[in-house]
């Protein structure tokens, strides 16, 4: 039995458009100790190549995220090979709203060093030992008392479009320096009800341990993260909480969920909450432009910018070897881009900017 896949993957669409069957796609994470990963992986590969799972998977000493697709006459028997390992006892398994069952056409599991790329020593802490997970409503009803503490667990580009009212929203660029900047921030404010959320809630999973650790007594996260707020706020017909967009990385790099504007473009400062990468390949720089600005620089992020993209292949030699670029990098905000600030609940109440 092969433990990978090795048919060339047009086939494979063709086969799975051709299906005679639906799929459910579903996705599922948890953080638990494994002392052997690529023993896991290869018994949930045969397990779920079997009942003709497909999707990408991660496994990591410190546990599992998966997003996959499930043949529906194999659903049951797939419940069952989860029950089959206590480490899945009740884990939520979230299912896809819009779902034509699409969304995979092999099977993909990869062991990676971590599940988030955060920079932590997990020996030092538990990181099974999670904070208490909110339902949408409960979290919801928490925040709306203004009384406790929410943290946004995501980067600056990703807040700065959309977060809930009242949140702390460090200006960080990485999840890394986001640990560090929150207990660095909230050291003093160990024994107050801390309310974490992040875009689909595995952030929040190692945050709330790493928090936990740090000596935090009341560390709560929304289950199923901003995701799941904004499908349940919809249903229930409820006025949200979370004001703006939530940020995802794929083509349309965010969904409105109150359908109110509260950025700004970092060129002009009109309303604008749209993510732009610089059309100079040299500086790629992740930042928010309106479409004025947009046809004004050319995409560009400045005018600099512009004037490389326009010139010649000669001079982009030459600025590439002379490397000023100090930004090339898509996922990271030019901080000095911050023209609009967002007032927010860690300038009232820590007395301080977080030292980014
Ligand atoms: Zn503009
Ligand atoms: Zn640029």
Redesign the pocket.
């Given at each position: 039995m092969p433990l990978y896949n090795s048919i060339d993957s047009s086939m494979l669409k063709a086969k799975l458009i051709a299906e005679p069957f639906a799929r459910k796609t579903i996705s599922l994470y948890r953080y638990f100790i494994l002392h052997n990963p690529q023993e896991f992986r290869d018994q949930l590969y045969l397990e779920w190549n079997d009942l003709n799972c497909f999707g990408r998977i991660y496994i990591a000493r410190e546990g599992i995220n998966a997003q996959m697709s499930v043949p529906e006459y194999n659903f049951e028997a797939f419940l069952q090979s989860l029950a089959r390992y206590s480490i899945f006892d009740n884990i939520p398994i979230k299912y896809a709203i819009e779902d034509n069952g699409k969304s995979f056409y092999k099977l993909s599991i990869k062991v990676r060093p971590k599940l988030v790329a955060d920079g932590l020593n997990d020996d030092a802490f538990d990181v099974t030992n999670v904070g208490q997970h909110l339902s949408a409503q409960e979290f919801h009803e928490l925040v709306q008392t203004g009384e406790h503490i929410v943290v946004d667990m995501r980067n600056h580009y990703e807040s700065e479009i959309g977060h809930f009212k009242g949140a702390v929203c460090p200006e960080v660029d990485t999840f890394r320096e986001e640990l560090s900047v929150i207990t660095e921030m909230l050291k003093d404010q160990k024994d107050q009800k801390l309310l974490l959320y992040c875009t689909g809630g595995i952030r929040c999973e190692k945050a709330s341990a790493y928090l936990k650790h740090h000596g935090f007594k009341d560390v709560n996260q929304l289950h199923g993260g901003i995701l799941e707020y904004a499908r349940n706020i919809k249903q229930l017909n409820l006025e949200s909480c979370f004001i703006g967009k939530n940020f995802v990385f794929d083509e349309r790099m965010g969904e409105s969920v109150n359908g109110e504007v509260i950025s700004h473009c970092h060129q002009c400062g009109k309303p604008c909450d749209v993510h732009s990468n610089?059309?100079?390949e040299l500086?790629?720089?992740l930042f928010i432009q309106c479409s004025d600005c947009a046809q004004k620089f050319e995409k560009?992020?400045?005018s600099?910018?512009r004037d490389l993209k326009n010139s010649s292949e000669t001079e982009k030699q030459y600025a590439r070897l002379n490397g000023n670029f100090k930004?090339g990098n898509s996922k990271v905000y030019r901080k000095s881009f911050r023209l609009v600030k967002i007032p927010n609940f860690a300038d009232s109440v820590a007395g301080q900017k977080p030292s980014v």
């Open positions: 610089c059309a100079n500086c790629h720089l560009c992020c400045s600099e910018c930004f």
